[in-house]
């Protein structure tokens, strides 16, 4: 038993050794075990807070990309607001208001280029002129509905546009333009896209035809200073111009009213499923609460618009053309005579 209790002690006295001569070994370990659980315990860590971040990163990312909502809109309207993302700018803080789309369907010399810079003084409607002029622009349908793309996101950018602020836009469409040929096409985008039509022709289609001669006449005399004016800004300007009277052929005269004619119905038939107004010059020459139907029409705030353009044909028809007498002769007894009034329609 005593010797079981001296080989005890011994052994102990051994390990007390043994742990004295090697001190350093043992905080190594320890301290590799403090470490190794270190190591663990900020791993952990900071997955937790990056799938915080995540999550909160996540959160905000949905806030901005959340979609816009139209609010106080009737149902049978929604299909006509949009919220478009222009590739070329930011709305900003008007990213949320609704834009609705338009275009003025029309004929050459018929007052939709009066009739467009009175809409442009508005300060929510932005329309982009007679974009289709360009052939390049309506060479098939598909670079038509490139272009009404660009125009309808906000991406067509020209001194009408309101950009962030813009509440309507459009464009000038001229019926010859690719309109009436691909009108099937263009029906179904306007439905699709949601595009209001506004219809503006004038009902005297024989003082369009002078103001078309007359027009066509200075393309190569350049009566103004030199140059070719489709549209004045000065009753000095506007007289200048008037001074030339065509002589109209009567020959083709009836035949050219009536080609007209049938191009404006057919587009009133073939657009007729379409969201649209149908305006005549005459009447919002004669009465200007014709432009607060417009501005109803596009849901846009009612301002008083206003135009700078001078008209140029004033006056009685008489006095515009040389032959007078001969037109007389040629219109009268037809449904076309009624065009010989001499009401003097000014700006």
Not at 6 to 31: E, G, T
Not at 128 to 142: L, M, P, T
Not at 236 to 254: D, F, G, Q, R
Request: proline share 3%; glycine share 4%.
């Amino acid at each position: 038993m005593a010797e079981d209790l001296c080989l005890s002690a011994k052994d102990s006295l051994i390990v007390k050794q043994h742990q004295k001569k090697n001190p350093l070994i043992f905080r190594m370990l320890v301290l590799m075990v403090v470490m190794v659980c270190g190591v663990y315990i900020c791993s952990v860590c900071v997955k937790q807070i990056g799938g915080q971040s995540s999550v909160r990163l996540l959160s905000i990312h949905q806030v901005v990309e959340k979609p816009c909502v139209a609010t106080n809109i009737e149902p049978s309207e929604t299909a006509y607001v949009h919220f478009p993302k222009p590739k070329t700018f930011n709305r900003d803080e008007c990213a949320c208001n609704p834009v609705r789309n338009f275009a003025i369907l029309s004929t050459q010399r018929s007052g939709s280029g009066w009739f467009e810079t009175l809409l442009n003084s508005h300060m929510n409607i932005s329309s982009n002129g007679e974009i289709f002029s360009v052939k390049v622009r309506r060479s098939n349908i598909s670079t038509i509905f490139e272009t009404l793309d660009k125009i309808y996101n906000l991406d067509w950018l020209t001194s009408a546009s309101k950009n962030e602020c813009t509440a309507a836009v459009g464009l000038k469409w001229m019926l010859n333009q690719g309109l009436v040929q691909h009108h099937e096409e263009i029906v179904e985008y306007f439905n699709a896209k949601g595009v209001s039509a506004i219809f503006l022709f004038r009902r005297n289609l024989l003082r369009r035809m002078i103001s078309i001669l007359a027009n066509s006449y200075d393309q190569n005399a350049k009566l103004v200073n030199g140059t070719h004016k489709s549209h004045v800004h000065s009753p000095h300007e506007a007289e200048v111009l008037a001074s030339y009277k065509p002589t109209i052929n009567t020959t083709l005269l009836i035949p050219n009213l009536k080609q007209v004619e049938d191009m404006v119905n057919k587009s009133l038939e073939y657009f007729k499923s379409t969201r649209h107004i149908i305006l005549y010059y005459e009447d919002v020459i004669k009465n200007r609460t014709k432009l607060v139907d417009v501005q109803d029409f596009l849901k846009v705030p009612r301002q008083e618009l206003k135009s700078r353009q001078v008209k140029i044909h004033k006056g009685s028809l008489s006095s515009q053309v040389e032959n007078w007498a001969d037109i007389k002769k040629t219109l009268k007894g037809t449904h076309y005579r009624s065009f010989l009034d001499d009401k003097d329609y000014r700006l």
